[in-house]
Structure formats: C-alpha cells, structure tokens
Nanobody
Framework: QVQLVESGGGLVQAGGSLRLSCAAS????????MGWFRQAPGKEREAVAA????????YYVDSVKGRFTISRDNAKNTVYLQMNGLKPEDTAVYYC?????????????????WGQGTQVTVSS
C-alpha cells in the first residue's frame, strides 16, 4: 500500500506560480510511475503530467507544456509539480497518483494509488 498526500495548493493570481508536492509513505516511490491529474468542477479528470520511475521520461498534456514541470526525488519519496504562468483555466483540484508500469502507454490510467487532492485556484 502507498499513501499519498498532496500539499502546496492555494489561491494565486494569473501569471503566478505554485509548487505542488506529493509525499508518499508505505513503500518506496522508486517502484512507481507518478502522475499529476486535475479535475475542475463539471469536467472530467485530466492527466496533467507524469514521470517515469527514474525520471527518464516525462509526459505533459498540451495545455501545460512549457509552463509546468514534473520532478521527483526518490530519496525523499516525493514528487513535485512546478506550475508557472498559471491561468484561470488551471483552476482545479490536483491529485497525485502512483502506478506500477504496465501496458504500452506508460503514463496512462489506471493508476493504483491516489492522494486526496489539493485545490488550486487561479484568479484573473
């Protein structure tokens, strides 16, 4: 079992930055692909970014490319999402998730473990 706890969300003005953290306990994160997802009110959950077990590969949804950066520190059992140039449309609850590698689409769902989420609100 892996427990994931997100932090770092908040209210920020458009153009601002936030860094989300996802701390894991229970098992070493180095075994898992890690992803960040978000869900805005009335919308489906969306994969935002993912990072492979040893940080060799990353994935970003087109809408955040060049603005968001996913990283991980396996020694600290923590994954990060640096969000720069935030836009009102980035407003959502952000979740981190962990999965064991399987299938050809390495960053795709399903994920095995999920955090409780952290709210990010970007004002215009």
């Amino acid at each position: 079992q892996v427990q994931l706890v997100e932090s770092g969300g908040g209210l920020v003005q458009a153009g601002g930055s936030l860094r989300l953290s996802c701390a894991a306990s229970g098992r070493t994160l180095s075994m898992y692909i890690m992803g960040w997802f978000r869900q805005a009110p009335g919308k489906e959950r969306e994969a935002v970014a993912a990072i492979s077990e040893r940080s060799l590969s990353t994935y970003y949804v087109d809408s955040v490319k060049g603005r968001f950066t996913i990283s991980r520190d396996n020694a600290k059992n923590t994954v990060y999402l640096q969000m720069n140039g935030l836009k009102p449309e980035d407003t959502a609850v952000y979740y981190c998730a962990a999965k064991v590698r399987r299938g050809s689409r390495w960053f795709g769902e399903p994920y095995d473990y999920w955090g409780q989420g952290t709210q990010v609100t970007v004002s215009s």
